[in-house]
Nanobody
Framework: QVQLVESGGGLVQAGESLRLSCAAS????????MAWFRQAPGKEREFVAGINGKNNTFLTESMKGRFSISRDSAKNTVYLQANSLKPEDAAVYSC???????????????????WGQGTQVTVSS
């Protein structure tokens, strides 16, 4: 079974940056699709970025420019670089994996079968 643990969240001022980490264990990690989602209080969980087994990355138009995703296979870790943070970026950020797929990255949470506990990002204006 895949285990995911996020870290790197915290309190930052608007305009500052954070790098979030998702440490994974499990034999299927290297070839699995991984993604970051976020959820603010009272809001629906939304897709931030995804990466497939070939390290192709996928982001929605609203996330491009300030967010990027990368993978360090040797460390079994996926990163989310979040730059120029705004108050509206405040949320719990969670990583997830679709363990059955190596190439297709879905922006829908229902496609993912393993989730971490999340790391909180707070942005002060």
């Amino acid at each position: 079974q895949v285990q995911l643990v996020e870290s790197g969240g915290g309190l930052v001022q608007a305009g500052e940056s954070l790098r979030l980490s998702c440490a994974a264990s499990g034999r299927t990690f290297i070839e699995s699709v991984m993604a970051w989602f976020r959820q603010a209080p009272g809001k629906e969980r939304e897709f931030v970025a995804g990466i497939n087994g070939k390290n192709n990355t996928f982001l929605t138009e609203s996330m491009k420019g300030r967010f990027s995703i990368s993978r360090d296979s040797a460390k079994n870790t996926v990163y989310l670089q979040a730059n120029s943070l705004k108050p509206e970026d405040a949320a719990v950020y969670s990583c997830a994996t679709a363990s059955r797929f190596a190439d297709f990255v879905s922006p829908h949470a229902v496609a993912y079968d393993y989730w971490g506990q999340g790391t909180q990002v707070t942005v002060s204006s």
